[in-house]
DNA sequence: CCGGTTGTTCAGCG
DNA sequence: GCGCTGAACAACCG
């Protein structure tokens, strides 16, 4: 559920709720989630892992964590902590992150750093990893100001695909090395969002979860790598650690 | 059936 | 105030 292109799907699939009005909300969350009621839905966006339904003067961020989950027209046996009932259909949240968002959403996310967004900007995110060149790579990919939208299996894949080694310094790597990075970051996204539709993203990991090098053949290191310490998966032979 | 995790925040400590 | 650690959350898969 949580990386940024499976939130881009949810956006998707609700897009026949715009415009719609919720005639009950219920759920668990502790927030004033009542004041939702009779509200109409001006429209959902994402930024990274966020997904934002946007009303007149207010906005429900939801962050779906490790475990959250949702469902279309449909209820899972759990109790819901966000559910919105429409006319036709309802939408329902679990074990989720609900927040309540004032003001004019634009002012508050900057669009230009989710990596699934029209207005990605990879200069932005070279300017702000030369600014911190005694990063890993590994943390600077999971780092939602730089490269928001990114999860670990993004990171596991992207490193491989470039044939970096996860705990190069950002600052070391050669500068096309740099760039294919910040390109990358992008293009796979887009790539697990296209797999993922397809129910082919396992399928489709190259190095994530992986116990051998599918181009060398040896084994890959697992190792809770850098100060996000997440599980890393890499080959020693084929990606080339800088420092 | 248990262990581990596609994530983030916060308290506590030195 | 800082960085680091561990807990908390809570669901599903293998």
């Known amino acids: 559920m949580p990386e940024g292109p499976s939130i881009v799907i949810l956006k998707e699939l609700v897009q026949p709720f715009i415009g719609k009005k919720i005639v009950e909300v219920g759920g668990n969350s502790k927030m004033d989630i009542q004041r939702i009621a009779g509200q109409s839905v001006n429209d ?23 475990f959250g989950s949702y469902r279309i027209n449909e209820q899972k046996e759990t109790m819901p902590r966000l559910s919105l009932q429409f006319q036709e259909g309802e939408l329902n949240f679990y074990a989720c992150s609900v927040q309540f968002i004032e003001g004019d959403v634009n002012e508050i996310y900057d669009w230009s750093s ?13 300017d702000k990893l030369e600014k911190q060149p005694t990063t890993l790579v590994c943390d600077a990919l999971l780092d939602q100001d730089i490269f928001a939208g990114v999860g670990n299996i993004i990171k596991n894949e992207v490193l491989f695909r470039i044939r970096v080694h996860p705990e190069s310094l950002v600052g070391t790597l050669p500068a096309n090395t740099r760039d294919e990075v910040i390109a990358q970051a992008r293009i796979y996204s887009f790539d697990f969002l296209e797999w993922k539709k397809n129910y082919v993203l396992k399928k489709n990991w190259l190095a994530h979860s992986k116990k051998i090098c599918p181009r060398c053949n040896i084994p890959f290191i697992k190792k809770y790598c850098g100060k996000t310490k997440r599980r890393t998966f890499f080959c020693t032979n084929c990606q080339l650690l800088y420092q």
């Not at 959902?44 to 490790?66: A, N, Q």
């Not at 989710?114 to 070279?126: G, L, P, R, T, Y």
């Open 114 to 126: 989710d990596v699934m967004s029209d207005n990605w900007s990879s200069d932005k995110a070279k």
């Open 44 to 66: 959902f966006k994402s930024w990274g892992k966020h997904f934002l339904i946007c009303f007149d003067h207010f906005t429900v961020r939801i962050h779906f964590m490790l």
